[in-house]
């Protein structure tokens, strides 16, 4: 993806509106949305906001980026009709959700793609209905009005700087694997040549998978060839793309008995991996602080939704296969091991240590100065 500075107009979006049709039973509805004055779409305290995510209950759009939403489109627009979310892993269904969207006449979308290919169709018939759509997380392909995320390269950087600076001596010339995310998922491939641009040239990349759909099922499975392919006694450290993956590969070093465990990158800051960090299984995670980017997609999406401009939200652009100069909002990310859970993702309320220092891991949790 091509990054750049100054920004394009926003485009502006026709106020038509789909019909008001009935929306098919496709998620939760929340208590609160946005709107309150101003300007375009519906206007005023009319205004209503589609949120669509790829994963909710444990996932990371449920535990964090989906009430951090519903917050900031509570404060910015309380007297708002409810926001409709709906959550999914899988494309075709997102696309139904999308489409179901379209249908009831929603203003202005905010949209983390499952597939951004896939959707979009969805995308191009939400901008003939004149719905602004926000990308979230990931960058839809077709009309898409503003995007926020994380810088990706930096997020690769971050794994693949932390995995050499593990691997000590066996960072020049040892092994590794590497346990990439989907190629579905544009910002795996920004992942990827992130991690890359630290390692090429320094280690040999022994193994090197694109999970299908970020699944752990199908990590464990890629981890567990290359343990039979390379050895168990071969592998000086794993790039896993994300925390998910990072427990699949976890699991499939325990039960191939490799010891000692090579050290595991990972990302999103997931309780479990965190423990893992604390526990000495898993190395470091990249910790996405989901406040700000769930604060700047909701400001997205009220200012698109009154037909205002973003320009001064974004302060970059993007450009997909599809579009060039989106404006966007690309995020710092921060690289998290056992030394600086307590002054990253305790000091900024993600966790407590009571919640990360259970009973069986208080050892552990004194030993990395995790005091209660």
């Not at 939200?313 to 100069?325: F, K, L």
Request: proline share 5%.
């Amino acid at each position: 993806m091509g990054l750049g500075v100054g920004l394009s107009a926003v485009k502006r979006r026709s106020l038509s509106r789909a019909g008001a049709a009935a929306l098919v039973a496709v998620g939760l509805v929340l208590t609160g949305a946005c709107g309150g004055g101003g300007g375009g779409g519906s206007g005023g305290d009319d205004l209503t906001v589609g949120v669509l995510l790829p994963g909710g209950g444990a996932s990371r759009f449920g535990q964090f980026d989906r009430p951090l939403i519903e917050k900031k489109l509570k404060e910015l627009c309380p007297g708002c009709p409810a926001a409709t979310v709906a959550a999914t892993a899988e494309p075709a269904v997102q696309r139904q959700q999308l489409d179901a969207m379209i249908t009831k006449g929603v203003d202005v979308l905010i949209v983390a793609a499952v597939d951004a290919k896939a959707l979009r169709s969805s995308v191009e018939a939400a901008d003939r209905a004149g719905i602004p759509v926000v990308a979230y997380d990931r960058l839809a392909q077709g009309p898409i009005s503003g995007y926020v995320t994380f810088d990706g390269e930096i997020v690769g950087r971050l794994q693949g700087e932390a995995l050499l600076e593990a691997m000590g001596p066996k960072a020049d010339g040892g092994q590794i694997v590497m346990m990439n995310g989907a190629t579905t998922d544009p910002n795996a491939g920004w992942y990827k040549r992130g991690a890359l641009s630290v390692l090429e040239g320094k280690v040999r990349i022994g193994k090197s998978y694109d999970t299908v759909g970020w699944r752990p099922e199908n990590g464990y499975v890629n981890m567990s060839g290359a343990i039979s392919a390379l050895g168990a006694n071969n592998i000086d450290g794993v790039l896993a793309a994300n925390d998910s993956l990072a427990g699949a590969v976890v699991s499939a070093l325990n039960a191939s008995a490799v010891r000692p465990l090579p050290p595991v990158t990972g990302q999103d800051a997931d309780l479990a991996a965190v423990q893992r960090i604390v526990q000495g299984s898993q190395y470091m995670t990249v910790y996405k602080p989901f406040k700000p980017a769930a604060d700047a997609a909701a400001e997205m999406a009220v200012a698109l939704g009154r037909d205002e401009p973003i320009d001064s939200i974004a302060t970059g652009s993007v450009d997909s296969p599809t579009d060039e100069n989106v404006p966007a909002v690309l995020l710092p990310s921060v690289s998290v091991t056992a030394g600086n859970i307590e002054d990253t993702l305790v000091k900024d309320g993600m966790y407590t240590i009571d919640q990360i220092c259970t009973p069986k891991l208080r050892a552990a949790c004194d030993k990395a100065g995790l005091g209660s």
